[in-house]
Structure formats: C-alpha cells, structure tokens
C-alpha cells in the first residue's frame, strides 16, 4: 500500500515539472514577440548626409549615438508611446513623439543659425575700410553686405557650412575667401592691399642682406628710404612709365625705367659694393721706408711693401677693414679703417722694437749704488734706486753711449748694444772710488811747512850761538 502511494506521489511531481516548463516556455515565448526595435535615421535637413555621433534620449534617458551611417537601433518591449530627443552641435534638437509600435523614424536635423563678420583693414594703414562690398555664397545662400564703420559686414548663415567670401573696394585689391562655420558666431579679419601699391626691397648683391637707408628716387624726385628689412612701400598709379634711381652708401647706384602694369606689386633690387683701391706707405720712426713689411687685411697677409715701403690693395670693396703691418725688428700696427673713396693713402709709421733694460750699478766692493745718475746719449736717463737699479724702455736692434755718474767715484763710460728681438736686457756697471788730490796737497803742504819751521829754528839757534861766542871773545881782550 506505501508503494502505491510513493508512485502516485512521484508521478505527480513529474507531471509538475512539465507544467512548470511549459509556462516557463510560454513567458519566454510571450516575450520575444512583445519585444521591438526601433531604428532610428539622422540626417542633415538640407544635404540629406548622414549625422554621425548625434546622441539619442528616450523620454529624457540618454541611450547611445548614432554611427557613421547616422543610424541607432533601439530596441524596447513598451507598450505605451514616449517621446525621442536627438541632439548634435551645430543642429537644433530635434525632439517628437514615437508610437511603441513603430520600427524606423527619420530625423532630419535643421543646422543652427550663427553670426558671421567680416572685418576689413587697409594693409598699409591698419584703417577699417568703409564701404567695401561683400558677397557671402553657401549651399542654397547667397547675400550681399556693404561695410560700415569699423569696416564690418554680418551675415547670418547656418552652423557647420561652408562659405565663399567675395570683396571688392575701390582702390584696393579683390580678395576671394573661404570660410568654414562651426557651431557658434564667427568673426574673420582680412587686409586689403591698394591697387597702387609698390613694395621696393633693397639687398646686398653679395651677401643678399638687406641695406637700410637705401635713398629711392622716382623720376629724380625723393621718394623715401629703405627700414630695416631693406623694403619701401610706395603708392604709383599703374600703366604708367617711371625712371627708378636707387642709391646707398658705399654702394654703386642703381638706374632703371619701368613700365608698371597692373600686376606688378614687388621690385627687387640688388646692390654692389663700390670697389676702390688703397695705397698704404710704410716708414720708420725715422720717416725711412720700410722694405718687406707684411701687410694683413682682416687677417689674411696680402702682401709685402716695396723698396719704396709701398703696398697697394686693389678692388677692395667698401667697407670697414682691420688693417695690420708687420716688420722685423719693429712693433705691430694695426688699425681699423673704413675705406669708402678711391686713391686713399694710409701711411703707417713703425715704431722700433722696445725692451726693458735695467741698470744695475755696484761699487768695487759688489755693494749696490743708490743715487747713481745714468746718461744715455748724452741725454739723462734717471737716477738709480735704492737697490742701485734703473729701468728704462729703449729700441732694440741699436748702440747706446751709457755713463755713470756719482760723487766720489769715477765716472764710467760704455757702449750697449740691445740685439733685434729682446725684451729684457740687463747692463752691469760697477764703479771705482775717486782719489781726492787735495788731501796728499794739504800733507804735503803741512810736511813743507814743518820743514820750514824747522829750518827757521834751526837757523835761528846757530845764529844765537854765533853771537854768544862774539861776545865771549870781546871780554877776554
């Protein structure tokens, strides 16, 4: 009896379990029909292109965007109808109703209206033209503005597109543009150029620097100087003949007549050093020319001077040179020197070699001479100091008459010769006392006179004597 019921139990249970499948079945089944998708198409209301990366809303949820092909899937089970929003910069929102049953909807997205301006200047001036005539074009838009003051034109046009600018002023250039919108107002600024406008540039033939201060002159007329680019700007009337004269210092000057049309903006004009020749006279402290000297420009040796001590530079283009002479037994010269003019004579005087020569003066003892007084030439050179020394700066390459003069010594006398090339030089002088002849005069004097005084005496007792015996004689007769 147990086993009937566990049976009837167990088939119960598995009678419950298909049931429960079943309905499991039905809901899932139940749901994938209820179940719908919506594809969404975006594109720009005026060309038709697709609108990538526009954002989607269902009933203010943001879902997605859109891909390249400007489409968004969406699939929902709702069974009432919501409202769908699309946005995207540059494009109004685009926002409406949806049925819950609808399968695709096509969103054409309207651009935004922007502000564009247009500013005008004058290229030379900087100054707002006023007046000036702008044309605008687009995609199905096409408008006209004449500028106001502060040299503006607006137009209202649509975010994203693309748009040709046209302007025409009298007096100027035409200027052609294209101008690309965004999703906000745009302001542009152009310059415009006068149709009488000549830009001059003046460069350096040689280096193709530009040469400020180039004087230009228009039919001998001063029209201005070149700036610091070398450029000068000038307003002539076109399909008209003009003689050009364009000048500069240390430079050769530049003629030409030309005929300028309509086209033409922009001369160019290249200038060439003047060249001129530069005699250069070599001489000693002497006025003596100087053979062989070296003669440097900038530098580089050039060559040497002639017997007659001359050196000529030849074609030596204007300009400012370092000039440097160099001879043998001689001290360097150099000079920087602008050279601007034919037949310029430099005349270049070399002084001689010069070295330091001392002195030095003792006595027989090699005891150091202070106050000795040294005479070179005939000419006195200075005192010795307190260690006997005197330094003087004398040409090389030369013999000097030195003498050495000091109370109680003898006077010495010697010739010097300082060799070609030295810097330092040394001459000894030693000095021997002087005999004073008065003092053996005085002795000798003083000997005399004792010899005398003896002598007196002397004589004067034998005469004393002589006259004691005459008397003695007297008395004895």
Request: with cysteine; hydrophobic share 40%; glycine share 8%.
């Amino acid at each position: 009896m147990l086993s009937s019921f566990f049976t009837a139990l167990h088939s119960i249970m598995k009678k419950s379990h298909l049931i429960m499948i079943l309905l499991l079945s039905c809901a899932l089944f139940c749901g994938t029909v209820q179940a719908v998708t919506l594809r969404i198409n975006v594109a720009d209301d005026s060309t038709g292109e697709a609108i990538a990366d526009a954002s989607i809303y269902i009933d203010g949820k943001y879902i997605g965007k859109t891909a390249s092909d400007g489409t968004y899937s969406y699939v929902h089970s709702s069974t009432t109808d919501f409202y769908l929003k699309v946005v995207k910069k540059g494009y109004r929102d685009w926002v409406d109703y949806v049925d819950y049953d609808v399968t695709r909807v096509y969103v054409d997205m309207i651009r935004e209206d922007t502000t564009l301006s247009i500013e005008l200047y004058d290229a030379t001036t900087l100054e707002p033209i006023v007046g000036a005539v702008v044309r605008v074009e687009g995609a199905d838009y096409s408008d006209s503005e004449v500028t106001r003051s502060g040299g503006t034109a607006k137009f209202t046009v649509k975010a994203g597109e693309v748009y040709s600018i046209e302007v025409r002023a009298s007096g100027y250039n035409d200027l052609s543009k294209t101008v690309e919108m965004e999703s906000s107002d745009r302001t542009v600024q152009y310059l415009l150029f006068p149709n009488d406008i000549l830009g001059i540039r003046v460069i350096d033939a040689g280096t193709s620097t530009p040469i400020q201060g180039a004087e230009v002159y228009i039919d001998n007329t001063l029209a201005g100087k070149t700036d610091a680019d070398g450029g000068l700007q000038l307003h002539l009337e076109r399909a008209k003949r003009y003689t050009f004269r364009i000048t500069a210092t240390d430079y050769q000057p530049y003629q030409e007549t030309i005929y300028l049309d309509e086209d033409d903006v922009f001369l160019g004009v290249e200038l060439s050093k003047s060249a001129y020749s530069v005699s250069i006279a070599v001489f000693d402290e002497a006025t003596k020319p100087i053979e062989g000297a070296e003669v440097y420009l900038n530098g580089t040796l050039k060559g040497k001077t002639s017997q007659y001590g001359r050196f000529t530079l030849s074609d030596l283009p204007a300009g400012t040179y370092e000039i440097m002479v160099r001879a043998s037994g001689y001290a360097d010269w150099s000079e920087t020197r602008r050279i601007s003019g034919e037949g310029e004579e430099i005349v270049v005087e070399l002084g001689y070699d010069r070295a330091d020569v001392t002195f030095n003066v003792k006595d027989a003892d090699r005891n150091a001479l202070a106050g000795v007084t040294i005479v070179i030439d005939d000419q006195v050179a200075g005192v010795t100091d307190s260690q006997g020394s005197l330094t003087r700066s004398l040409v090389t390459n030369r013999v000097y008459n030195v003498t050495a003069v000091h109370d109680g010594y003898r006077n010495i006398s010697v010739e010097v010769d300082i060799p070609a090339g030295t810097t330092v030089f040394s001459v000894p002088l030693v000095m021997e006392r002087e005999l004073n002849i008065w003092i053996p005069l005085v002795g000798i004097g003083i000997v005399l006179i004792l010899l005398i005084a003896a002598v007196v005496v002397l004589r004067r007792r034998r005469s004393s004597q002589r006259k004691g015996r005459s008397r003695g004689g007297r008395d004895s007769l």
